[in-house]
């Protein structure tokens, strides 16, 4: 299994993270855990556009 798969399936884990924090938190936790979660979901799908680039470079050669 390609690398990029796994972190797209763990982007779209972290972004669900940040919308059960927005209906089950409280105010402070919730902004927390928002945050948090949405940039690490942001993090994780640029890492996967990389390593899709990368896997596409190592094909054509």
């Given at each position: 299994?390609?690398?990029?798969?796994?972190?797209?399936t763990l982007a779209i884990v972290f972004?669900?993270?940040?919308?059960?924090?927005?209906?089950l938190l409280?105010?402070?936790s919730q902004t927390l855990w928002a945050?948090?979660?949405a940039a690490l979901g942001a993090i994780s799908i640029v890492v996967?556009?990389?390593q899709t680039r990368s896997v596409k470079n190592n094909q054509n050669k």
């Open positions: 299994m390609r690398l990029d798969y796994t972190v797209y972004f669900s993270i940040t919308i059960i924090s927005f209906i409280t105010e402070t945050l948090i979660s996967g556009i990389v």
